[in-house]
């Protein structure tokens, strides 16, 4: 039997670059289903789509309005296709509503680990018994992302302090990560991964759901096996909206993700 994430981002072709697919109700957060399970919907239908690119190297996407558990389907257009990569347009719809638009670009990553270069530095967490797990989430946080249930985190513990009324401010959380199946990362699981974290406005005393409206990851190198290390950094909070910087390395301590979104501040009180 398939791991649970790969059967519930499964798609099944339905002719003229269009895809079926059932989203599953145990990614809810807030008012819809997270965004980054949603990519990961669409990144596996643009990669069926493309045999011999079957990885995501950027894909940007603009939230159009909250998508629910049950039927959808993605339809891909094909852009243009190259030797070496491919560009791409997908929608996600459900009916006559449109979720999500996105453009992405697809090649293949299985060489990207060769002559890698970075002046960034890895994600600084202590050991992971030393960590503090998502089990221990408040209440009204399981209440609105029951989404946590399908993830292990083991977050900082100088980053936990929102749990207990007590937020840093600094507008920065991290953890180790993994999906409780044991599916171990790939890329089209990164699209997901980038936004599995509680939203960062946690950490400067807002709590709720912050919707995304605009979504770009970039995904670098395939993941080797095991734990990923996440860490998500806001700088601005202006006109209701916050950005969300992302980055995910792999236990070989590669960046193998990063990414940018905006988003609306939670509504006081939700």
Known sequence: MGH????????DAAGD??????LA???????????GYLLSVIGNAISTALPGKPDPITMSAYFLSPAAPGPATVEVDVRREGGRVATVAADLRQGDAARITTLATYGDLSGADTG???TAAEIDLP????????????????????????????FHPDQVGWAVGAPSGRGE???WFRLVDGREPDPIGLLMVVDALPPVTLDLGQMGWAPTMELTVHVRARPAPGWLKVRHVT??????????DCEVWDSAGRLVAQSR??????????
């Open 17 to 22: 670059g269009r895809y079926r697919a059932d």
């Open 116 to 118: 890698v270069r970075t």
């Open 235 to 244: 700088r601005n909070v202006a006109g209701g909206m916050f950005e969300e």
């Open 127 to 154: 050991p992971l018994e030393e960590c503090v797990s998502n089990d221990f989430a408040p209440p009204e946080v399981k209440k609105m992302a029951p989404l946590m249930d399908r993830f292990d985190m083991r």
């Open 173 to 175: 959380l991290s953890a």
């Open 261 to 270: 979104q905006l988003a609306l501040l939670p509504r006081t009180g939700s």
């Open 25 to 35: 109700d145990g990614w809810r957060v807030g008012g819809g289903l997270n965004g």
């Open 4 to 11: 649970e994430f790969d059967l519930q981002i499964q798609v």
